[in-house]
């Protein structure tokens, strides 16, 4: 009896295994790539979010100053720009009417090289 005889498909196992391996190694790269993807997404959210908390807290800061009178505002308007962390936050105050005023606040960073800005607009009624 010879050996091809007792393993007739000796050559293809190894060729199974190189094969299963290169399989196997584009799945897991397909994973990868989409978990990269997920973290990206993920930070951009956590940047979007925090932009809208700081432009949303500067809204309510400068209606309870200007509630309290601790604002007054020039009819030509105001600005008032401050750096919080990696965002910059400007505040612009101008009067619409002679009741009605427009706060304006917009939150701008830095994303992986790309500059991103949030712009939150809403109306006073000072009657």
């Known amino acids: 009896m010879s050996k091809d005889s007792v393993f007739p498909n000796r050559g293809f196992i190894f060729l199974d295994i190189v ?3 290169f399989i196997f190694s584009i799945g897991l790269l397909t994973v990868m790539s989409f978990h990269n993807s997920a973290v990206h997404a993920q930070q951009r959210a956590e940047n979007y979010l925090e932009a809208v908390n ?5 809204v309510d800061y400068t209606v309870a100053d200007l509630e309290a009178g601790n604002v007054s505002v020039d009819p030509n308007g105001q600005e008032e720009e401050e750096q919080i962390g990696k965002f910059g936050r400007r505040v612009v105050i101008r009067q619409e009417t002679e009741d009605i005023l427009e706060i304006s606040v917009e939150v701008s960073w830095l994303e992986r090289g790309k500059s991103r800005s949030y712009l ?7 009657g």
């Open 54 to 58: 700081l432009a949303s807290s500067a």
């Open 120 to 126: 939150l607009q809403c109306l006073y009624y000072k």
């Open 19 to 21: 094969f299963a391996l």
